[in-house]
């Protein structure tokens, strides 16, 4: 049986993970996956679904039958081991570095560019 102030607890702690690897500022746990996006596996966002039925269920006492306990703290610690791994230090430095090669390719290019108007002009 799933006890809805456990579920709320659990939830409230994965949205404080969330907000402190990724910035998201919501109070719910579907729109804190859909900002996150492509940066978690698909795989939790499908754990996020079970939790999130297994919330509206947990409303009713006759539905709380139905939603699996097991399967819903399973989906909890996949997402919670899943976004402790996460490292913001990494994820920033990987950033500036993507921003840092795009500009340097696009520099190169251009300085490719150059020299071949400069052949083409007669200039070198």
């Known amino acids: ?3 809805v102030v456990k579920i709320d607890r659990d939830t409230e702690q994965l949205l404080a993970l969330a907000r402190k690897k990724f910035g998201v500022r919501t109070r719910s746990l579907d729109k804190a996956m859909r900002k996150i996006g492509r940066r978690v596996p698909s795989r ?10 297994a919330r509206a269920l947990a409303g009713h006492p006759k539905l709380m039958l ?3 306990s097991q399967a819903v703290q399973k989906a909890f610690d996949e997402i919670t081991a899943h976004l402790k791994t996460i490292d913001v230090t990494d994820r920033r430095k990987g950033a500036v570095l993507d921003v840092l090669g795009s500009i340097s390719l696009n520099l190169i290019g ?8 400069l052949l083409w002009k007669g200039y070198l």
Do not use: G, T
């Not at 939790?44 to 039925?53: G, N, T």
């Open 110 to 117: 251009l300085f490719l560019l150059l020299v071949a108007f």
């Open 66 to 68: 139905q939603a699996d």
């Open 44 to 53: 939790l966002h499908d754990q996020a679904k079970v939790i999130s039925e």
């Open 1 to 3: 049986m799933i006890d």
